[in-house]
């Protein structure tokens, strides 16, 4: 049978085991921890050659983060936007709906997008005899080799063998206690649930109507009243938050006795915590992991980041050092279980440094600030080629813009100019304006603000191109 494949890509998640890197405006996906390149971008890059066009199910703040990604990726694909988070099986059931809606059955391969993969053949290759044993009416799961006695990890049994690598699932147990872990790893018959499924969208939703009817019914209604936004999907608020929030694991694969495991052996780690990506770095004959401008003297087994400047660490043994624009993470290596718990405090204080870098990603670019003070602040924009700002006034501010690279259009009422490098000019309170770069080089401006009142939300947008209100 020739059934199409559709990857459905499944970017959500805050990642704040993984703060101050991390952040909710900038999650694990879109970060490089391992190599040049984003775990989201590596997702796509290690896709089946003949699948369809992915299908990406994300959070609404991340939507502008997911379609440069896929354009950088020279990829096209819908964009799914989830109102909130609701877990797995509400997920794939939007994916699923989405699916069979253009009148196909495909088999559906569902991916995290924040997983490292070291062997990209070799996951393909697990992939392709699951996609054979999901064309047959299995629900199938790759399953990882256990490493180690890991208690945060759900775990598999294999039954009656399939195929090569493949069994029927005997039983599913999630994040047991250290002592039946062991004993898992011990036996040899369990792997670890690498969070990777694959399964024909219409046996997906059948089994929800059976198994988890609430999700079914209530994903089929927020599906229903979408609405198409430029490139993305968006999903019915009201409807899709009535439906129960579960995983795919809980709400259907261990209620069906069609449920498979394929091995997959292939480097998988899900970098879900510091120890995690310290494991699966390079290290040096002390096992200290460096990134970035650092310097270690007589230290061992130590994970030492440096974003944005010179980061010394002299004598330590085991420790997680992070440094970010803003933020300094340090830590003991195994202590990573206190830093969930320290997030959320600095997020009950309201603090910024948990929702976004001092690099703000916009759809047009990004911005960062360079100085502020009374009545006044300074920023410099970046601006991608033939992207624009919305055609937007402010009542509070008035702005004044020095282009430092490339050429920028501005639009100041019913005029239109070119400015170009070392030039400048103002934009008055209260007066319409538009920002484009119309070259093929990054526009660069410094912009110095002043006025009574410099908040983000002192813009009245007339015009945007991205959809915003």
Request: a negative charge; hydrophobic letters at 45%.
């Given at each position: 049978?020739?059934?199409?494949?559709?990857p459905?890509?499944?970017?959500?998640?805050?990642?704040?085991r993984l703060w101050?890197?991390?952040?909710?405006?900038?999650?694990?996906?879109?970060?490089a921890?391992?190599?040049?390149?984003?775990?989201?971008?590596?997702?796509?890059?290690?896709?089946?050659?003949?699948?369809?066009?992915?299908?990406?199910?994300?959070?609404?703040?991340?939507?502008?983060?997911?379609?440069?990604?896929l354009?950088?990726?020279?990829?096209?694909?819908l964009?799914?936007?989830?109102?909130?988070?609701?877990?797995?099986?509400?997920?794939?059931?939007?994916?699923?709906l989405?699916?069979?809606?253009a009148?196909?059955?495909?088999?559906?391969?569902?991916?995290p997008?924040?997983?490292?993969?070291?062997?990209t053949?070799?996951?393909?290759?697990?992939?392709?005899?699951?996609?054979?044993?999901?064309?047959?009416?299995?629900?199938?799961?790759?399953g990882?080799?256990?490493?180690?006695?890991?208690t945060g990890?759900?775990?598999?049994?294999?039954?009656?063998?399939?195929?090569?690598?493949?069994?029927?699932?005997?039983r599913?147990?999630?994040?047991?206690?250290?002592?039946?872990?062991?004993?898992?790893?011990?036996?040899?018959?369990?792997?670890?649930?690498?969070?990777?499924?694959?399964?024909?969208?219409?046996?997906?939703?059948?089994?929800?109507?059976?198994?988890?009817p609430?999700?079914?019914?209530?994903?089929t209604?927020?599906?229903?009243?979408?609405?198409?936004?430029?490139?993305?999907?968006?999903?019915?608020?009201?409807?899709?938050?009535?439906?129960?929030a579960?995983?795919?694991?809980?709400a259907?694969?261990?209620h069906?006795?069609?449920?498979?495991?394929?091995a997959l052996?292939?480097?998988?780690?899900?970098?879900?915590s510091?120890?995690?990506?310290?494991?699966?770095?390079?290290?040096?004959?002390?096992?200290?992991?460096?990134c970035?401008d650092?310097?270690?003297?007589?230290?061992?087994?130590?994970?030492?980041?440096?974003?944005?400047?010179?980061?010394?660490?002299?004598?330590?043994?085991?420790?997680?050092?992070?440094?970010?624009?803003?933020?300094?993470?340090?830590?003991?290596?195994?202590?990573?279980?206190?830093?969930?718990?320290?997030?959320?405090?600095?997020?009950?204080?309201?603090?910024r440094?948990v929702?976004?870098?001092?690099?703000?990603?916009?759809?047009?670019?990004?911005?960062?600030?360079?100085?502020?003070?009374?009545?006044?602040?300074?920023?410099?924009?970046?601006v991608?080629?033939?992207?624009?700002?919305s055609?937007?006034?402010?009542?509070h501010?008035?702005?004044?813009?020095?282009?430092?690279?490339?050429?920028?259009?501005?639009?100041?009422?019913?005029?239109?100019?070119?400015?170009?490098?070392?030039?400048?000019?103002?934009?008055?309170?209260?007066?319409?304006?538009?920002?484009?770069?119309?070259?093929?080089?990054?526009?660069?401006?410094?912009?110095i603000?002043?006025?009574?009142?410099?908040?983000?939300?002192?813009?009245?947008?007339?015009?945007?191109?991205?959809?915003?209100?």
């Amino acid at each position: 049978m020739n059934i199409p494949v559709l990857p459905v890509i499944l970017a959500g998640g805050s990642g704040t085991r993984l703060w101050p890197l991390s952040r909710r405006h900038v999650p694990k996906p879109f970060l490089a921890l391992k190599s040049g390149e984003t775990l989201f971008a590596e997702t796509l890059a290690r896709l089946p050659e003949a699948a369809m066009a992915p299908l990406v199910v994300c959070n609404e703040a991340h939507r502008f983060l997911v379609a440069e990604q896929l354009r950088q990726a020279g990829r096209t694909g819908l964009i799914l936007l989830e109102p909130a988070a609701r877990n797995t099986a509400p997920a794939i059931a939007l994916a699923a709906l989405q699916a069979v809606q253009a009148g196909e059955d495909p088999v559906l391969l569902v991916m995290p997008s924040d997983h490292w993969i070291a062997d990209t053949p070799a996951f393909q290759a697990s992939v392709a005899r699951a996609v054979a044993l999901a064309r047959e009416g299995w629900l199938v799961t790759l399953g990882v080799t256990p490493e180690r006695a890991e208690t945060g990890y759900g775990y598999i049994q294999r039954g009656e063998r399939l195929a090569d690598q493949a069994w029927r699932v005997a039983r599913f147990t999630e994040k047991p206690d250290a002592a039946t872990a062991e004993a898992f790893c011990r036996s040899g018959d369990y792997l670890w649930n690498s969070g990777v499924f694959v399964l024909r969208a219409g046996h997906y939703l059948a089994l929800l109507e059976r198994l988890a009817p609430a999700i079914l019914t209530a994903c089929t209604e927020a599906h229903g009243k979408a609405r198409q936004d430029l490139d993305f999907l968006r999903i019915d608020d009201a409807a899709f938050c009535a439906s129960p929030a579960d995983s795919i694991d809980y709400a259907v694969m261990e209620h069906t006795d069609h449920a498979a495991v394929v091995a997959l052996t292939a480097g998988w780690s899900d970098i879900g915590s510091w120890p995690a990506l310290w494991q699966v770095q390079d290290r040096d004959d002390a096992g200290n992991v460096q990134c970035g401008d650092v310097l270690l003297r007589e230290s061992r087994g130590c994970y030492v980041r440096a974003e944005h400047r010179l980061v010394a660490v002299l004598g330590a043994e085991d420790l997680v050092v992070v440094e970010t624009a803003d933020a300094v993470l340090v830590a003991p290596r195994e202590a990573a279980g206190l830093l969930k718990a320290s997030v959320e405090a600095l997020e009950a204080e309201g603090r910024r440094e948990v929702v976004e870098h001092r690099v703000v990603h916009r759809p047009w670019g990004h911005y960062e600030p360079v100085d502020s003070g009374e009545r006044y602040q300074v920023k410099r924009l970046t601006v991608q080629p033939g992207r624009r700002l919305s055609l937007q006034m402010h009542h509070h501010r008035a702005e004044h813009w020095v282009v430092v690279r490339g050429t920028a259009r501005v639009t100041l009422g019913e005029e239109s100019f070119l400015v170009g490098e070392n030039q400048s000019i103002d934009i008055p309170q209260g007066r319409v304006h538009c920002l484009e770069n119309p070259g093929v080089i990054p526009l660069e401006l410094i912009e110095i603000q002043s006025g009574t009142y410099l908040g983000e939300d002192d813009i009245v947008r007339l015009d945007d191109p991205y959809g915003r209100a």
